[in-house]
Each structure stands twice: as structure tokens, then as C-alpha cells.
């Protein structure tokens, strides 16, 4: 043989070799083969008790078709594919050994001793590790079940992407949204779109387009028109939910949770509404401290109840049993109320603090503190005529029946003077300046949400 002939059959032979897979499936059991061709290219039939290996994996099935040149092998029946720690499970896959891609068009299963993901079709690539699951996928690890439409779970950082219909359940929460991202190493969740979430051992619901969740520090925060509820009675029409009573609803542009052991608190951000029963508040940041049933707002914050307002530099709350029990405003207080003698009027108390007790979910009195200047429209219990009391003192007093106004009282270096209707209609700005944007500002709660 020359050297040249030589040359050409190391060259021929190494060609041959690289025409086929460099890292093949082969066989390692079966209890029969048959082989054949399909257009001049080898095939192989293995049937019962099928043992393929590519590399560090190995491939168990009742039977595989193994193309040869193309390195690739469809399995049939109770497929089992393992690499390392992961085993993959199904009846039906196509096998690329090139690319170590498992594509599966029925029911299949990932899992490893932390995860289990299963779907009714998917693929799994065993050099990326990222499996891509569709319809009915249903995810598990310990504290959490997830379900959706679609997944893609890359297992290298350990990072679950779901898509549609989204949910997902943690032992304190249940979740849904259209898109979820869940980092296992930072153990965070981004949801995005539809986002619901609920507290499961309290009543405690919020609603967003965003929301982001870090569970190692018990953080949460979310964005695009978040809506809080904390739900004490939940009225039901025609199986869905009408409205909640005696619920309290918190809208803002960002709202943010902090939890430990000893508090958690709720802080929302820019445009703030509340409502809760009759009462309903606006800012611009506020705090609750839920363990401590307390909070505040700033940035103006106004409140109404039914059809009185009041105002001022900042509003401060208690809560007992989920229920208001107490509001003060502090600096610049002042609260407007309709008479109701006539529609016409309108009472107005301006004062340094405002002080609000309610018993039973009803105003019982108000304080007022502070160069209280007081215009309140009264009857004369003698005539029967309409007079208007502009009075200065240290304090007034209001007390409620029913949330009616029972009668004022003014206490500490009072002074001032009581005016008649026949005077004061000649000139009613004289005595009395009109107030501006009475009710205005008040927001609306709609029934379903």
C-alpha cells in the first residue's frame, strides 16, 4: 500500500466518523434488535427492555427507533431519560442526540430531588437545562404549587418563567397574574399583569398590574393602580362578588409591605384613596401598622364621612377589630358639614387639631383644638329663627346622634356674636366667607371591583 493510498483511508475513515454524531447514543441493552434502512440510511429497531446512553445520560424505554446518521431516536413507552439527579418521564419522545434536546408531544415530567414539572407537551434540553412545558403545566417544590399554560424553567439559575393563567400557591399566600417570575436563589417573585394576591390565614387581598415580592426579606411591592382590601364581610350576587361591607379598600399609585416577626407595615405612595364604610381619605403617603391597628397620611389629606370634610397638614388613625375608632388631624384642621336646617348652608369649624371618636362605625363626637373659629348655622329655640354663630374659642365641642348633630359646645375665652337670618341674608359673605369646593375632591368607591 503507498503512503498515499494510506493517507487517503486515515482522511476517508475520519470523514466517515464525522459524517456520524460525535458524541453518538448507543446501545447498552435490549432484548431484540432489528435494523434496516430508510433512503440508504441505517435504522435501528430496539424492542423491550431499552438501555441508550449518550454521554452521562441514559435513555429507558420499551422501544426506540434509532436513526443512525442523524443521531437521533424516537422512544415509545414508559420513557425514562437520566442525567445526574434529574429524571425525565413520558410515553412518547424524540430524542436529538446532536443538539440533547427531548421533545415530547405527550404528557411529560421533569423532576429531581428539590422540583417536579410536568405538562401535557414539551421539550427539555439536557446541555442548557431548560425545559419549555405547554398546557396544564403544573410545577411543585417544597411550600409551593404553581399551575399555568406555559413554563420555561432554565434549571442552571434555577428560575421558573409561567405564562397564562398564573397560580401560584406558597404556604402564606396565593397568587395569580399572566406572567410570573420566580428566582429560587434570590427567592422572589415578579408578577406581572392581572396581578391577584391573598393573604392565606387573613383577609387580606391586593390587586395590580405589577407586583414584586422578595419572601427572604418579606417585601412586596406593587405598582399600576395596586388596590388593597382588607375584607371583613363579603356580600354576594349572583355568584360573584358585589361589594365587600365594612371592608377597607386602599388605592394608590405604589403600594409597599414590609413584614417581621414583631410588625408589618403598609406604606402607599402618591394619590392615595381609602375608603372604609362611610369614611373615605385621600393624601399623598400614608402608613398603616397593622399588628399596631394604627396609621397616618400626609400631603394634605383630606377625609369624609357621609357628607362632612375635614382637612389638614396630616391625618393620624386607629383601628380596633378592623374598625376606625379614631382620626386626628394636625395643623391647619378645619371641617365643613352641611346644616341641616337648610341645604344652603354649610358649617365650618377651623382649628390647630382636629379629634374624631366613632363608636359603632358612627361619629360620636369631634373635638376641636386650638383658636377654634367656629361658623355654625342654629335655631332659636325661643322664635324658631335660623341664626348664624361665629364664635373664637380654646375648644368646641360636637357631639352625634345617629350622625346627626346633636348640638355644639364652646369652651375656653369664647367669643363672638350670634347673627340673624334677616341680617345675615342681606350679606351673607359679610358674616360668613362661602366655602370652596365643598365635596369636590371626594372620590368614588365602585361597587364591583
Known amino acids: 500500500m503507498t503512503k498515499n493510498t494510506t493517507v487517503f483511508l486515515i482522511f476517508f475513515l475520519l470523514f466517515t466518523f464525522a459524517c456520524f454524531a460525535q458524541n453518538p447514543i448507543v ?5 431484540s434488535i432489528v435494523g434496516y434502512k430508510i433512503n440508504e440510511s441505517p435504522v435501528r429497531d430496539f424492542i423491550g427492555n431499552v438501555h441508550l446512553r449518550q454521554g452521562n445520560i441514559d435513555i429507558y424505554c420499551n422501544k426506540a427507533t434509532h436513526f443512525l446518521e442523524e443521531n437521533r431516536a424516537i422512544l415509545v413507552g414508559a420513557v425514562r431519560i437520566i442525567q445526574d439527579t434529574l429524571v425525565l418521564v413520558s410515553d412518547y419522545i424524540e430524542y436529538d442526540g446532536n443538539k440533547s434536546i427531548a421533545n415530547s408531544s405527550s404528557k411529560v415530567e421533569i423532576k429531581d430531588p428539590q422540583n417536579l414539572l410536568r405538562a401535557n407537551y414539551g421539550t427539555y434540553n439536557f446541555k442548557t437545562k431548560i425545559a419549555n412545558f405547554f398546557e396544564s403545566v403544573y410545577y411543585e417544590e417544597k411550600n409551593a404549587k404553581l399551575t399555568a399554560k406555559k413554563a420555561d424553567f432554565d434549571r442552571v439559575n434555577n428560575i421558573v418563567y409561567a405564562y397564562q393563567n398564573v397560580k401560584l400557591e406558597s404556604d402564606s399566600l396565593i397568587l395569580s397574574c399572566d406572567t410570573l417570575i420566580y428566582s429560587k436563589p434570590l427567592n422572589t417573585l415578579s408578577a406581572l399583569s392581572n396581578v391577584k394576591t391573598k393573604a392565606k390565614y387573613e383577609s387580606l387581598e391586593i390587586l395590580s398590574g405589577k407586583m414584586f415580592i422578595d419572601r427572604n426579606n418579606k417585601i412586596s411591592k406593587s405598582y399600576e393602580n395596586p388596590i388593597l382590601m382588607l375584607v371583613d364581610t363579603v356580600k354576594i350576587e ?12 386602599l388605592f394608590a399609585d405604589t403600594l409597599y409591605s414590609n413584614s417581621n416577626d414583631s410588625t408589618s407595615i403598609l406604606r402607599f405612595i402618591h394619590n392615595v384613596r381609602l375608603f372604609k364604610g362611610e369614611l373615605v381619605t385621600i393624601g399623598e403617603y400614608g402608613e398603616l401598622y397593622r399588628q399596631d391597628e394604627w396609621g397616618y397620611l400626609v400631603g394634605s389629606p383630606y377625609l369624609w364621612y357621609d357628607s362632612t370634610e375635614l382637612k389638614g397638614d396630616s391625618l393620624y388613625f386607629l383601628m380596633r377589630d378592623k374598625k376606625i375608632s379614631f382620626v ?11 346644616s341641616n336646617l337648610d341645604t344652603l348652608y354649610v358649617n365650618r369649624i377651623q382649628c390647630d387639631t382636629l379629634k374624631i371618636y366613632f363608636q359603632n362605625n358612627k361619629i360620636d363626637h369631634i373635638l376641636g383644638i386650638g383658636k377654634a373659629l367656629t361658623n355654625y348655622f342654629l335655631r332659636n329655640e325661643e322664635t324658631g329663627e335660623i341664626q348664624l354663630a361665629n364664635y373664637i374659642s380654646e375648644k ?53 371591583l
Open 328 to 338: 386626628e388631624f394636625v395643623g391647619n384642621s378645619s371641617i365643613l358639614s352641611p
Open 396 to 448: 368646641v365641642v360636637i357631639n352625634f346622634i345617629d350622625n346627626e348633630v346633636d348640638k355644639v359646645v364652646w369652651l375656653g375665652n369664647v367669643d363672638g356674636e350670634v347673627i340673624p337670618k334677616i341680617i345675615f341674608d342681606k350679606n351673607l359673605e359679610k358674616y360668613y366667607s362661602l366655602p370652596k369646593n365643598f365635596l369636590i375632591k371626594k372620590p368614588t368607591l365602585h361597587k364591583k
Open 27 to 31: 446501545l447498552v441493552n435490549s432484548d
Open 238 to 249: 349572583e355568584d360573584t362578588i358585589g361589594f365587600r361591607l365594612d371592608t377597607l379598600f
